[in-house]
């Protein structure tokens, strides 16, 4: 076994999830993250902490749902009871195909993922870790080697997280401290609250609040969103590209939207329940060890000079305690470049410039 | 996808499990029966069931134990709860190499199954069905090709099993209303009471309470076992290979063994509890449909002409409502092949002949 599977699996473990002995823990992983998983349960075992192994396979949930009349039992009982248990869940994605569930009708995806609310609760509430093993599909979509690929990705997930944290704070502190955050570059102007809200430094750890791995983050739920925005970084989304989408926001809700490719696709998610048109989440990507962007969510949105928002459920850890912020079936990210055009692209905070072009204010470049 | 595989996974859930719209499924799959779970999937979904698919991988589980101290917590609460809210409960065998945890030390396995009584049990109390996917390694296993397996494997599971359950009735009948079995041939004379306990007519369906598919055996749970018995067909336990075990049993307990070869592994097994130096089963087999030895005990225990008998668990199916029969966190078949000598291979219960080198008193050619 490639020595890094090792790395990673034990840094899921150890920095990640925090894993300690007698856990519950259950590993997630689809068909081509078998590599992973065996170092994983590797890890598990040495640390003495319980192990389930749950397959995530997007053909098995793709032929489950095809051939499913479509009136799917709210939260199935065992499946409901495996993840209440649960203090851990670690999620590996890593499948053959990353189009293996594009035929799923957008209606019958959202019925799937409505009666299982529950249970996705249930996971959140543990500590749970999302990380995805470096396959053959994944070097594919990037348009990459193999080889190439598994550089990048282990690039990005084998850092010095504890550095980057500290990297992090700074704006964490700027938009605990903040009111408003505004986004404006051609053909985005944005503005959304943040008052009162917890910005989440993410370190790729649960002792950050912070559930991916690689991350490189910084995070909050913004509200009363007003204007329009674009999101010129092209994604992959249940198996279908979404490309240049355009969403414009009126009283925190979308009320208009376009895109060049996937429209239907990104009218199925809206259409999803009510929260699926109110966003959940505003990013900012910190991580300049992801150099590139691999049509990959978990790598895209982290990457430096790039700013994300996500349709649907908040996070918990930005809400005041016992407050509950945006809720919904769906989180769906979708992401902006900033580093593209000349003075033009700014992240400001009441009023202030805060990222101009890509650039953080305390860094050299800044104008 | 093969035409066999669909029907396969739809004999499995109509006939073997008798899945209702409802149920809460649990369906465990090792790696390269990826095929089989996806077409299980699309079957479970058909039927309007609930599906959790968790991987039996035995390279997973064997990091996992290799890689523990071996004091195993007893029941982790995430996985009894998930079996324990299961009504069926699918294992989908096949690996990529048969020999996946030959390295695992005995003491280890035998911990880490002492450790999940409570779990295994909980998957007894359910709808469970055990199959097989033929895989390649399982081909190799069986000295065959690829296709020259898939050929013999379907054909020993998509069967007329009603007419079969038909056939195996007779012998049922002989065992319900007989008290003594005695088993002769060269090397082995065996007696073994079976008075008030009930033979189950195994014809591949719960319905039947039969677990297997294929299946095609009757069986019972035999007590006071006493003499001396050789299992002459060979079969891989754990990856090791077992070769001419020969038991010694006293008041109905093994007091001596050897093996020609794996003979460390029966002491393993024989070791693992109390239980496990008692039988647990006495199975006839009647599946005339599986015509030669493939180092598979799914398969080998139902050839005609074979007599197997295991260490370890009875199945409650057996016993008079509300009594125990042997207690055991194993239950290892091992075989002995009836067709071999001369008049001298005989089954006979009460002292009437009912098997003589391996036909049956009611078949022609029974002299």
Chains 1, 2 share one sequence.
Do not use: C
């Amino acid at each position: 076994m490639d020595e890094r599977v090792r790395e990673h699996a034990e840094l899921l473990i150890d920095w990640s999830a925090r894993v300690e002995p007698g856990d519950d823990v259950v590993v997630r992983f689809d068909a081509a993250a078998h590599e992973l998983a065996v170092a994983t349960a590797a890890a598990l075992g040495e640390r003495g902490a319980n192990m389930v192994a749950v397959t995530s396979s997007e053909e098995l949930s793709r032929a489950y749902q095809l051939a499913h009349d479509g009136d799917f039992e709210a939260d199935p009982a065992h499946e409901l009871a495996l993840y209440e248990r649960a203090d851990v869940v670690l999620s590996l994605g890593g499948g053959r195909n990353t189009a293996a569930s594009a035929d799923v009708p957008g209606g019958t995806a959202q019925a799937y993922a409505r009666a299982r609310q529950g249970i996705r609760e249930a996971r959140l509430d543990s500590r749970w870790v999302s990380t995805v093993h470096p396959t053959r599909s994944l070097a594919q979509q990037a348009g990459m080697a193999y080889e190439e690929y598994r550089e990048f990705a282990y690039g990005a997930i084998l850092r010095d997280w504890e550095r980057l944290a500290g990297e992090m704070a700074r704006l964490k502190e700027l938009f605990d401290a903040g009111s408003e955050v505004r986004i404006r570059k051609g053909g985005t102007d944005l503005t959304m609250s943040i008052e009162g809200r917890t910005a989440v430094n993410s370190a790729a750890s649960v002792a950050y609040d912070s559930h991916n791995l690689p991350s490189g983050e910084v995070f909050t739920a913004p509200y009363d969103t007003e204007g329009e925005v674009v999101f010129d970084v092209p994604i992959t989304v249940r198996g279908r590209r979404l490309r240049d989408v355009r969403l414009t926001f009126e009283d925190g809700a979308v009320v208009d939207y376009a895109a060049a490719e996937g429209e239907s696709v990104v009218g199925d998610l809206l259409d999803t329940d009510e929260g699926a048109r109110r966003l959940g989440e505003l990013g900012v990507g910190m991580n300049r060890g992801i150099d590139r962007l691999t049509d990959n969510v978990l790598f895209d949105e982290k990457t430096g000079d790039t700013v994300h928002l996500a349709l649907g459920r908040a996070y918990d850890a930005n809400l005041p305690e016992g407050e509950s912020g945006n809720d919904s079936a769906i989180h769906v990210d979708l992401i902006t470049d900033m580093s593209g055009e000349r003075g033009s692209a700014t992240l400001s905070v009441d009023g202030e410039t805060v990222q101009r072009d890509g650039r953080f204010r305390w860094e050299d470049g800044f104008a």
